[in-house]
């Protein structure tokens, strides 16, 4: 009796953790290919139609798959990470509310933590994503080859020490901070809205609130996911020296050089890969939560 009730007390605990690595992994084997083509055109390989030509015609199919295995353990442990953190913060500060709907900004401030939180847990993962992603468009002599995400790990860590799987963790966790405020905030916004104003449904709601949830973490994090992006796949000149010298260097010297547009580059492509990611996110939470219930977990 004892050790049952034990038992029910871990699992309401550990259940939203749960519940959001599987519905961010699941996402993701469907987003993959989409991602792969952002990470080219942000990489300066062209327009998303000329990238995704030249990959089918001399990499083959496989190639929208490449990294996939560091793209799911990084929901494993990013998406796991801030979506359980973030109903964990929300659930406490509505106790703290007196059971009340929790006001937009206390939304936000519960997504930038549970951006952060995520983001620390997750950056090994997520570094070894874009280098897995932007190996085959270097040259053959600087490619890394990395077999999977754990033997990049293994590598990254051999080669370069341990603190390297935290490399661009600055501007990891702050995009990570801007996404999730725009990503969560939005979507619980979205279906108290729905649910109370307009009277949607169950599945219009979840639809409906996923797409102004995809929509405001796009917008918000675009800018920050291509500086990390830049310093993550640096590689240093024939003296050693590397292009960058940290996060802000890369979007002074961004800034300088293109614009403020230059941040959105690619922007199309990653409002169609991180709107649909973040949609299906939620449709597949509210699924396997909708199972959980039937079976009385």
């Not at 599945?203 to 797409?211: E, K, M």
């Not at 000149?237 to 996060?247: E, L, V, W």
Request: a positive charge; one cysteine or more; hydrophobic letters at 45%.
């Amino acid at each position: 009796m004892g050790e049952e009730k034990k038992a029910g007390g871990v699992w309401p605990t550990v259940k939203p953790f749960v519940n959001g690595g599987a519905s961010g992994m699941l996402a993701t084997c469907v987003i993959q290919p989409i991602d792969m083509v952002k990470v080219r055109i942000q990489l300066g390989q062209g327009s998303a139609g000329q990238v995704t030509k030249t990959m089918l015609k001399e990499e083959g199919v496989g190639a929208f798959y490449k990294g996939l295995s560091a793209g799911l353990l990084r929901q494993a442990t990013y998406t796991t990470a801030r979506l359980g953190s973030f109903r964990m913060l929300t659930a406490k500060a509505i106790e703290a509310n007196d059971g009340k709907p929790l006001p937009l900004y206390q939304k936000a401030l519960c997504g930038l933590t549970a951006g952060a939180i995520g983001a620390s847990v997750g950056s090994p993962a997520d570094l070894a994503l874009i280098r897995m992603q932007a190996d085959a468009t270097l040259p053959a002599a600087q490619r890394r080859n990395y077999t999977n995400a754990f033997h990049a790990l293994y590598r990254i860590v051999a080669d370069e020490g341990v603190l390297a799987l935290w490399k661009g963790a600055g501007p990891t966790v702050v995009r990570a901070m801007a996404l999730n405020m725009g990503m969560l905030a939005s979507y619980d916004q979205s279906v108290e809205f729905c649910k109370d104003s307009l009277g949607f449904g169950e599945a219009a709601t979840v639809i409906g609130a996923s797409t102004v949830s995809g929509f405001f973490a796009a917008a918000c994090s675009l800018p920050f996911d291509y500086v990390k992006t830049q310093i993550q796949k640096m590689q240093p000149d024939a003296q050693g020296k590397y292009p960058y010298t940290g996060s802000f260097d890369c979007a002074m010297k961004t800034l300088k050089a293109g614009g403020p547009f230059k941040f959105y580059t690619g922007f199309p492509v990653y409002c169609v890969r991180i709107a649909p990611h973040v949609m299906m996110t939620w449709i597949f939470l509210n699924q396997i939560q909708k199972v959980e219930k039937s079976i009385g977990l």
